[in-house]
């Protein structure tokens, strides 16, 4: 069963700091994997979708990284901004139930001003 | 063009009643997936459906039903409901049954159990 972690559980950073957030899974057969953001109380906005065959995608600010064989994710976040404050959610499709995306439980970050 | 939409935002229910909540996918998406958010947690696979039959199932007990329309629509049923169903229910959309495809989500429906 595809298990994911994402340490930290929060993060508290000043404006412009660059970042790292970290997601790893347990199971490195998965078909791709995908970053998402949460506002409080809200759904989720896809940020960066990584196939397996690829090694990282990126996205204005945001670079996204992925390595199979040790089981790890990260998402990399430049210039960081109060606006970027939210949790961040990463999710595998793991090849043996590609139906259903696998969730850790988030980071959630605060840009101070 | 629009996202995903679900229909109600919010809503509250007395244990024991049922719920149905509403999803309108990404206009040529044909697969939906419902998914379960309790506070502080990710979200936790329900239900897929794909050109109206159910492809897949997550570890949800019985009293949670689903079905897609022919216009690709879906609605979540919960019966008999109880305190710990209280929780934001996420519908997503992709194009296809999985693998490389990449799941939007709509804004939720938070559904409170009282």
């Known amino acids: 069963k595809q298990e994911v972690t994402q340490i930290p559980a929060a993060l508290s950073v000043p404006e412009g700091e660059n970042l790292v957030l970290n997601c790893s899974f347990t199971?490195?057969?998965?078909?791709?994997l995908q970053w998402f953001r949460q506002d409080p109380g809200k759904g989720l906005t896809s940020l960066l979708l990584?196939?397996?065959?690829?090694r990282e995608q990126t996205s204005g600010r945001l670079n996204a990284s992925l390595d199979k064989s040790s089981g790890r994710s990260t998402l990399y976040i430049a210039a960081s901004q109060p606006g970027d404050s939210a949790t961040y959610l990463c999710?595998?499709?793991?090849?043996?139930?590609?139906?259903?995306?696998?969730f850790g439980s988030g980071t959630q970050l605060t840009v101070l001003p | 063009d629009a996202g995903v939409t679900q229909s109600p935002t919010h809503l509250i229910k007395t244990r024991g009643q049922q719920v149905t909540l509403r999803c309108s996918p990404i206009?040529?998406?044909?697969?939906v997936s419902w998914y379960q958010q309790v506070l502080g947690q990710g979200p936790q696979f329900i239900f897929q459906?794909?050109?109206?039959?159910?492809?897949g199932r997550g570890n949800f007990p019985d009293r949670f039903s689903a079905r897609q329309f022919p216009n690709y629509s879906s609605e979540l049923n919960v019966n008999a409901l109880l305190l710990g169903d209280s929780a934001l229910y996420l519908c997503?959309?992709?194009?296809?049954?999985?693998?490389?495809?990449?799941?939007?989500f709509g804004q939720g429906t938070r559904l409170t159990v009282v």
């Open positions: 459906y794909y050109e109206k039959e159910e492809r």
């Open positions: 990584i196939q397996s065959s690829q």
């Open positions: 999710a595998g499709r793991p090849s043996g139930s590609a139906r259903q995306l696998t």
């Open positions: 997503a959309s992709s194009g296809g049954l999985g693998w490389g495809t990449e799941a939007f």
């Open positions: 199971d490195s057969a998965i078909y791709n």
């Open positions: 206009s040529g998406h044909k697969s």
